[in-house]
C-alpha cells in the first residue's frame, strides 16, 4: 500500500477476523446523518486467548437488551495469525454519538469480565477511520 511504504501511517494493524454478523457493511441499512459510526477495537488480553461459549453468549444477549443489535454495522472476533485464537473484537457500529458507544461498552459481558486489555474507539465511515 503506497501510504504505509510512504510512513503516512504511525502504525499498520492486521489481523484476521470473523465477521459473526454475516452481512457486509454495504447491506447496513442505517441513518448516517441523525447517528455517527465507530470502529471499536477491543485488544484482548494477551494471557486471554479464548473465551466461554456463555460469556459469548451472555455478550451477544447484551446487544439484543440494550437495543444495539440492529445498530450493529459488522462485528466479530479478532484472530490469531493461524486463526485459532482470540485475540480481540472489532466492531463497527452507529449510534449517536461516543458517550452512548461508552455506555454501551461499559455494558458489555466481554468488558466487565476484563477481557480486553484496552479498547479502542474511533470515528468512522465506509471506506475507513475518519
Known amino acids: 500500500e503506497p501510504c504505509c511504504v510512504a510512513g503516512v501511517y504511525s502504525e499498520v494493524m492486521v489481523r484476521r477476523w470473523r465477521n459473526t454478523l454475516g452481512r457486509t457493511m454495504w447491506e447496513f441499512e442505517g441513518d448516517a446523518v441523525a447517528n455517527r459510526r465507530f470502529l471499536v477495537i477491543g485488544h484482548g488480553h494477551p494471557d486471554t486467548n479464548a473465551v466461554d461459549s456463555a460469556l459469548r453468549a451472555a455478550q451477544r444477549r447484551s446487544f439484543i437488551d440494550g437495543g444495539y443489535l440492529e445498530r450493529l454495522i459488522a462485528r466479530g472476533p479478532l484472530l490469531s495469525d ?3 485464537e482470540w485475540v480481540g473484537d472489532a466492531t463497527l457500529i452507529e449510534l449517536p454519538d461516543r458517550a452512548t458507544v461508552e455506555v454501551m461498552l ?6 466487565r469480565a476484563g477481557l480486553y486489555a484496552n479498547v479502542e474507539v474511533h470515528e468512522w465511515e465506509f471506506g475507513g477511520r475518519r
Open 106 to 111: 461499559s455494558s458489555t459481558p466481554f468488558v
Open 82 to 84: 493461524d486463526g485459532r
